[in-house]
């Protein structure tokens, strides 16, 4: 097998390794900050995956170039010079969608934990559930 | 069941060891292909293609950067909507600070004068910084959001610098904010719908969010600009993009520098 093979199937392991940790840190965590934390990487995760995918290492030439012409194409074998070293331009279209959308969820989400710390003044989950045991017992 | 239960719990433990497992057996047994791959996919292949080809003119763009041919011309309509999300979210934000005192106008000193400068210059800098690349978002990697998040970096720079007295006393308050969003989100519907309005007036065929000429019809956006690849509507497209979002993230900024005494409910 060759070297880069290994290492980039080792490196889409890692990400994978590094998503089932966040989401046990979403399911499992009692702070309401860190589930957040814990979905911001699980998103970022998923974002490198896609952007892992898209990379690729050209045949004729040694190293990619980003999917921009660097000058105004002038003959059709421009095209297909430029097409024989670019990398995947659609995992890069798609990542910077879900950035924007992330951090409109991540600004709310951000404002509702603001909200529920000044109420509760916590960010425990299970901060109610005591609340009310508590009142029980006494 | 408590929280404690469910983190000892083996069967969540086993569950996570088998997604693990499996989804790298996936990729180590080539179910995403060989990783890396060699060849472009072949939509990739034909975006790239098609991204600036003068002698292709129903399926191209006029522009130099392929990301935002993706992201304004071939998914447009995603697009418009990823932008409605994120007016959406801002929205709900700023509902959930409808009802605070807001903003109790002290003397806010800020920084020591060597910081204050310093940033004065940066701030200048990295306004010029983010309007070229906001609208070299089609020839260089860039593009409207880029640009409106590093135009929304000054706003920071100003409150941690300054204090967020300064940013009223320049007069511009979060009203005026969500004011610049709104004429910047009609921008981008207005821009996406001037085909259309010129169809229904002249009766030529013509579609929503259209760049440049199909088969069944003529219409197409200025292409260039003197010399200058212009990329249709992305050009604009970016523009608007670029005030939306450094508006939106400036008003997510000066939400959160809200101190904790200002953020308790009205009476």
Known sequence: MDMLVIAFTTTAIALIVNIVIATYGIFTDRSLLKKVISLL???????????????????VVSSPSPPIHLDIPGTVKDIEEFLTRTVDPIPQAFIITAIVINLAIFSFLAGLLLQYY????SLDVHVLEEEEVVDEVY | MSIGKIRRSPLIAFALATITLALSIVIASGGLGILPP??????????????????NRTLTSFSLNAVSA???DYRGIDTVFETAVLFAGIAGLSTLFKNVKGLTLGTGGGSTLI????????VLLT?????????????T???????????AVITSLIVVAYSIETIHRLGISTKDIMRIRY???????????????????????????????????????????????LGGSIFFFNLAEYIAVATSLSLVVLLFSMRLKELSLED
Not at chain 1, 118 to 121: G, L, R, V, W
Not at chain 2, 115 to 122: A, F, H, P, Q, T
Not at chain 2, 127 to 138: K, P
Request: charged share 15%; aromatic share 10%; with cysteine.
């Open chain 2, 70 to 72: 993706v992201i304004w």
């Open chain 1, 41 to 59: 990487i699980f998103s970022d995760t998923l974002s490198v995956f896609a952007i892992l995918i898209g990379f690729r290492i050209p045949k």
């Open chain 2, 141 to 151: 990697p860039g593009g409207g959001f880029q640009g409106g998040s590093v135009l």
């Open chain 2, 183 to 229: 004429t910047a989100l009609l921008m981008i519907i207005l821009i996406a719908v001037i085909p259309t309005l010129y169809s229904l007036t002249t009766g030529i065929h013509a579609y929503l969010l259209q760049n440049m000429p199909k088969d069944d019809s003529p219409i197409s956006m200025p292409t260039n600009f003197f010399n200058t690849p």
């Open chain 2, 115 to 122: 910081v204050r400068r310093s940033v004065k210059l940066v």
């Open chain 2, 38 to 55: 060699k060849d472009l996919r072949e939509l990739g292949r034909t975006i790239v293609t098609n991204c600036f080809n003068p002698w």
């Open chain 2, 127 to 139: 306004t010029v910084a983010s309007i070229s690349i906001a609208i070299h978002g089609h020839l």
């Open chain 1, 118 to 121: 000044k109420h509760f003044e």
